[in-house]
């Protein structure tokens, strides 16, 4: 993958379509944090990944569980929500360095609640509103953080 990819989104089907290519490509032991207000798509980003990683099993947010786990596709799902995350210590509680070893795919939603704890490298997407575009349109952006 570039190391700045946007994309747009003209409909949920584009949000979900994007994930899911992303999903058929992704290595295990993966970081994807997601950004972006609520109800821009990032559950549908997440629904289009889960399906490219073979997982059939309804994808949820993880808002009040704080992560929600998905191991029947070829890699791991780790789901994870940090927004009501006030303290990093919280996230340890939880294992979170050990899911981040685990090989699977970690995807944090709010992970700028938790910036001192994401490794050197993840891939960053970005989901915004532009209503200029249309009351659907997103534009999603990918990066790589290195």
């Not at 109800?39 to 889960?50: D, Y």
């Not at 596709?73 to 685990?102: K, Q, T, V």
């Not at 993840?122 to 290195?146: N, S």
Request: charged fraction near 30%.
């Amino acid at each position: 993958m570039d190391d700045k990819t946007v994309i747009d989104s003209f409909c949920p089907k584009d949000t979900f379509e994007f994930g899911r290519m992303m999903g058929e490509k992704i290595k295990p032991g993966t970081v994807i944090t997601l950004s972006g207000d609520l109800g821009v798509g990032k559950t549908v980003f997440a629904k289009g990944l889960a399906k490219g990683l073979g997982i059939t099993e309804p994808v949820v947010s993880p808002t009040f569980t704080i992560v929600q786990e998905y191991k029947e596709g070829r890699i791991p799902l780790f789901h994870f929500d940090a927004y009501r995350i006030e303290d990093s210590e919280e996230m340890y509680e939880i294992g979170f360095d050990e899911y981040l070893n685990y090989g699977g795919i970690c995807l944090i939603e709010w992970a700028e609640n938790i910036n001192d704890m994401l490794p050197e490298s993840f891939y960053k997407v970005t989901i915004e509103k532009d209503l200029e575009k249309g009351f659907d349109y997103r534009r999603i952006t990918l990066e790589a953080v290195v």
